[in-house]
């Protein structure tokens, strides 16, 4: 079974701060995904990552993939208080060779709180 | 463009009622999967759809729960005799199927919350 496990599950940090988000995942898949949650709102993709060393960045936020360690990051730079909001990775299992059947498998979810 | 649309946005529904939710994919996606989010908790799948056959229903906790998408397109979550611990938002995504993007990206629509009473 697969599993996806995000640490810290709360984070409440200063602004200007830096943090890291780290995601676990127990079984190999090489397509990881960071999305937003805003209260009330539906998920809006961040990342998507697809292979071993991949890094993208978007202003403060930078995700990277390591599919040895089976560990992704999303690290904060500089928190403002407009990146408050739930960060959930997930990860990809093929169910069904050719079909497609690619479900996504999510995290806890981190919630972050920036204070001014 | 249009993205996934689901109505309706809430959906009160007294124990034992059944409920009917909708999906509207965005336009051209072949695949359309369901998840079901707890408070608190990340998105679950429930079941996946390409076209209009149900290729994945592994993660519908009951026999309660059905889903159609008959004509390959707009997609039905059907809840029969709810039940309190049924109260979450259910999430619908699409995705395009393309074989020329690996991404398998998958689109998320808002969402109905549905509370059980």
């Known amino acids: 079974e697969l599993k996806v496990e995000q640490n810290p599950l709360f984070l409440s940090m200063q602004e200007g701060k830096n943090y890291t988000i780290y995601c676990n995942y127990s079984t190999t898949s090489d397509r990881l995904y960071w999305y937003r949650q805003d209260p009330g709102k539906s998920l809006e993709s961040l990342f998507v990552?697809?292979?071993?060393?991949a890094v993208k960045q978007e202003g403060r936020l930078m995700a990277s993939l390591d599919t040895k360690a089976r560990l992704s990051t999303l690290h904060i730079t500089a928190a403002v208080h407009d990146l408050s909001a739930t960060y959930f990775c997930?990860?990809?299992?093929?169910?069904?060779?050719?079909?497609?059947?690619?479900?996504?498998?999510f995290g806890k979810g981190t919630k972050l709180s920036v204070i001014p | 463009g249009a993205g996934v649309s689901q109505s309706p946005r809430y959906k009160v529904a007294k124990r034992g009622q059944d409920v009917a939710l909708r999906c509207d994919p965005i336009s051209g996606h072949v695949s359309l999967f369901w998840y079901q989010q707890a408070l608190g908790q990340g998105p679950e799948f429930l079941t996946y759809?390409?076209?209009?056959?149900?290729?994945?229903k592994s993660g519908l906790p009951s026999d309660r729960f059905f889903a159609e998408r008959p004509e390959g397109s707009v997609s039905t979550l059907k809840i029969q005799r709810t039940q309190q611990e049924d109260s979450a938002v259910y999430l619908c995504a699409s995705s395009p199927f393309d074989p020329w993007d690996t991404t398998y990206e998958q689109y998320f629509g808002p969402g109905t919350r549905l509370t059980v009473t």
């Open positions: 759809f390409q076209n209009e056959a149900q290729l994945d």
């Open positions: 990552l697809l292979s071993n060393g």
């Open positions: 997930a990860v990809v299992r093929v169910a069904y060779s050719g079909a497609g059947s690619y479900q996504l498998t």
